[in-house]
């Protein structure tokens, strides 16, 4: 039988686990609240946040489908668009909260989703299938997340050696669950996309351009010493296409692809997960 303080370590080390997992699972949602705080964006000297491939200015297509519309009302007609996409792709490099955030994932509108996310040098891959959540990350992932939230020295190295090379599995109704979910539904993720009208205020047309491959229709916010550029599709749905920063203090640049596309996820193997539940056996999750 287990000591007291044994089990109150292993709850520790759970609770540690489902910190970094939340803070980890969570990469896609800042970087969604990130473009979601666009006038619905391109660094400019951002090192870090440089935009994806060349910027190739484009005719529009002939007619227009946006002639006679306002820059508001371009925006509108994106911000519904993208909201009502059943799938789609996030891709891009941000600078959010003072961390540099990379993402590479794809979502649907019915819970499953997998890609990969980076925070500052550490890398992880997330999967979510049949209300289960699966993420593996590296040394470096789960140590900054950890740290980040506070967690004591102590309690980092046990998790990192429990999940080292494995999925760290988080099933129905263990701690974090219901949260990480709402990151992998895509109507959740993109809830406050456009919400706010007043960030339309001040918007201008741009040029048109191209995004890959796609021409696109560009509006441009100037905030201080902040420009913000959404590109919208011109050709099929007016999706939101691209969302480039400059300036400011969270410069970046984050790509919308592969709308309405199946999100296929497979769950990893049974031996290369450890349950949430294992870090304090005993005790229900």
């Not at 539904?185 to 201008?204: A, F, H, M, V, Y």
Request: aromatic share 4%.
């Amino acid at each position: 039988m287990r000591s007291q303080s044994s089990r109150s370590s292993h709850r520790k080390l759970r609770a540690a686990a489902v910190v970094c997992a939340a803070v980890a699972v969570a990469g896609p949602a800042p970087a969604a609240a990130w473009a979601a705080t666009a006038p619905q964006a391109e660094p400019q000297g951002a090192a870090r946040a440089a935009p994806q491939g060349p910027v190739r200015p484009a005719a529009a297509p002939t007619p227009d489908p946006f002639d006679g519309l306002t820059p508001a009302a371009i925006a509108d007609r994106a911000v519904d668009a993208t909201r009502s996409a059943d799938s789609l792709r996030m891709t891009g490099e941000v600078v959010t909260e003072g961390q540099d955030l990379s993402v590479d994932f794809s979502v649907d509108d019915r819970g499953a989703c997998q890609g990969r996310i980076g925070v500052d040098d550490g890398k992880a891959e997330l999967r979510r299938v049949d209300d289960i959540t699966y993420m593996k990350g590296d040394e470096s992932f789960w140590r900054t997340s950890m740290t980040a939230q506070g967690v004591p020295e102590n309690q980092i190295a046990p998790v990192i050696e429990l999940v080292k090379g494995r999925w760290l599995k988080i099933a129905p109704g263990q701690a974090g669950s219901s949260d990480l979910g709402e990151v992998c539904d895509l109507d959740s993720l993109l809830d406050d996309l456009g919400r706010d009208e007043e960030d339309r205020e001040g918007l201008t047309r741009g040029p048109d351009r191209e995004v890959g491959g796609t021409p696109v229709a560009t509006l441009v916010k100037k905030d201080g010493d902040e420009t913000t550029t959404v590109s919208v599709a011109q050709e099929g749905e007016p999706y939101i296409r691209e969302v480039v920063r400059t300036g400011g203090d969270e410069p970046g640049t984050m790509t919308l692809s592969e709308f309405d596309r199946p999100v296929k996820v497979t769950a990893p193997p049974a031996d290369e997960t450890v349950d949430l539940s294992r870090l304090d056996p005993g005790t229900p999750a």
